[in-house]
């Protein structure tokens, strides 16, 4: 009997515990140190990876410790301590600017010589400016007549990974979590993506071809951020997951659909209405960033 409020502060005390992680190339131990100032506590920080720091803490006074981290150039989040890699099984990620460093609809356009009309669209739509489906079908539409070869010139000329996919889908498969690519961009780019880093899943856009050459017309139902959001409830059920084993990830409106309905929504170099809603935003390092943040 004499125990139990003991253990009841206990519980309350370890369910309100955080992890402050904090990552980026410029961390010195000035930064650190002015941070644990910041923050408080009697432990120091400890590290997690080359330029990647945690400090187990309940402070709740966090906006000092944001803004500093933001000054230096050091992305920074406080993360429950229940979540780990090992609890999730599945991510699902956006592909154009966030597996990938380019948007292959502006490079496809280049190839016309019409990148700049593409791109003010693209960013436009990226923003949440514009309907994504409707703003879409207008951007391929301005595609009419190209040779399918273009396509191919992209991924073998400017498709690169991101800095460090490949860390963060390596993380995923040593704690059995499912990838899936799901892309508001076209199929050939994401089957490339998928290849590349050995995705479990992959969906995107079909672009039409006829003759060895683009019409200008989408096939099916455009992958919109309804769609996003669907794909990811319909392959969450299919594995027999919970909505807390879910991570999404992305940088544009477009993604805030499957970001909110996943557990957590990782925000990746992302728009400003992106980064204000998502449960992580990652400014400055890598997607293996996202593996910090849940691993300590």
């Known amino acids: 009997m004499e125990t139990a409020p003991a253990t009841i502060a206990l519980s309350f005390f370890m369910s309100d515990f955080m992890r402050l992680v904090v990552q980026g190339r410029p961390i010195s131990v000035a930064h650190l140190t002015h941070i644990h100032r910041l923050i408080g506590g009697s432990t ?10 945690y400090l187990p803490t309940n402070e709740s006074n966090i906006e000092p410790v944001r803004q500093f981290c933001a000054e230096q150039h050091i992305d920074c989040a406080f993360v429950p301590d229940a979540q780990r890699l090992s609890h ?8 154009d600017s966030t597996l990938i460093s380019i948007e292959c609809i502006d490079e496809i356009a280049d190839m016309m010589g019409i990148k700049p009309q593409i ?5 436009a739509a990226m923003r949440g400016e514009l309907d994504f489906a409707a703003s879409l079908r207008k951007r391929v539409s301005l595609l009419k007549g190209l040779p399918e ?11 690169q990974l991101n800095p460090g996919a490949r860390e963060w889908i ?5 704690n059995n979590i499912k990838t899936m690519v799901v892309s508001g961009g076209f199929t050939l ?6 290849s590349l880093l050995g995705l479990d899943y992959a969906v995107a856009n079909t672009l039409e071809i006829i003759d060895g ?20 409830e319909k392959l969450r059920d299919a594995l027999g997951l919970t909505v807390s084993q879910t991570i999404a990830i992305g940088d544009g409106a ?28 990652l400014n400055f390092v890598g997607l293996d960033g996202i593996a910090n943040l849940f691993t300590a």
């Open 44 to 53: 120091q920080f400890m590290q997690i990876a080359e330029h990647a720091y």
């Open 149 to 159: 070869s273009a396509l191919q010139r992209v991924i073998d000329e400017r498709l």
């Open 213 to 232: 050459k683009l019409t200008g017309h989408i096939l099916g139902d455009i992958v919109d951020a309804n769609r996003k959001a669907h794909e990811l």
């Open 119 to 123: 791109a003010e669209i693209t960013e």
């Open 254 to 281: 477009n993604d805030l659909n499957m970001m909110t309905t996943a557990a957590v929504g990782v925000a990746y170099h992302a728009k400003p209405v992106v980064q204000a809603q998502a449960t992580y935003a």
């Open 88 to 95: 999730f099984g599945l991510a699902v990620m956006d592909m």
């Open 170 to 174: 390596a993380a995923c498969k040593a």
């Open 189 to 194: 780019f994401a089957k490339h993506t998928q």
